[in-house]
């Protein structure tokens, strides 16, 4: 079983919409949590850290579910420019080897 | 800005040669890695280091090796070229253990023939 799973999608949505998709990670011990965008044939970038109590930046929204070892990332107003490769991103506790998902792939139309 | 710098951008190899990706960055990062990215797989981690002098090994390290002399510099070798080693390369750092943000390189894109 890979250590951190992903829908591939694509998730096609319209410009406006709300699409929102989640992250499984096997690994009970996972401590730390991120969501990174890849843009097309572009290096990975952090999007935002996801915290146990939940975050928000702008019209992203990031939740995490220990309970079922999974995190979501929400979507809100979206726009052509977050068109994009989503990849989930787990690492244990105080552990340099992070664990990557394969991403999930969001095409916005207008 | 320079951040993390890789090259080449992209190169074409014959099965059994070698070559070296180069990667540096400006930012005083102690920790830095290769990952390898391919088509329907998470980016996988090939070798890391916590500061000058240290290297490890990842999940894929076979057919690469490291050296970190500088805590700039962090070059890949690839020792005899494989098709299976055909694939999209990320030199990546972070200021420290819990990894926090990882700042990536722009790729190097490999192909073996």
């Known amino acids: 079983r890979k250590e951190v799973e992903q829908d591939p999608g694509p998730f096609n949505v319209p410009e406006g919409a709300t699409v929102a998709f989640n992250c499984t990670y096997s690994n009970s011990a996972s401590q730390s949590f991120f969501w990174y965008r890849q843009d097309c044939r572009k290096e990975p970038k952090l999007l935002m850290s996801v915290y146990s109590s939940g975050n928000e930046d702008g019209r992203f929204t990031a939740q995490l579910n220990r309970a079922s070892q999974y995190i979501s990332l929400l979507i809100r107003d979206s726009k052509l420019s977050d068109s994009a490769t989503y990849l989930c991103v787990v690492n244990r506790y105080n552990d340099y080897k992070l664990s990557f998902g394969a991403g999930t792939t969001v095409t916005v139309r207008a | 800005n320079a951040g993390v710098t890789q090259t080449p951008k992209f190169q074409v190899l014959k099965t059994g040669q070698s070559m070296t990706l180069q990667c540096a960055q400006d930012m005083n990062h102690e920790y830095m890695s290769w990952y390898r990215q391919d088509p329907g797989m998470g980016l996988r981690l090939i070798h890391y280091s916590v500061g000058a002098g240290i290297t490890d090994q990842g999940e894929v390290p076979n057919g690469y090796n490291v050296s970190r002399s500088t805590t700039e510099d962090f070059p890949l070798r690839l020792l005899s070229a494989a098709p299976s080693q055909t694939s999209v390369y990320f030199c990546?750092?972070?200021?420290?253990?819990?990894?926090?943000?990882?700042?990536f390189g722009e790729g190097s894109r490999l192909t073996v023939l």
């Open positions: 990546a750092s972070s200021r420290g253990q819990g990894a926090g943000e990882l700042f």
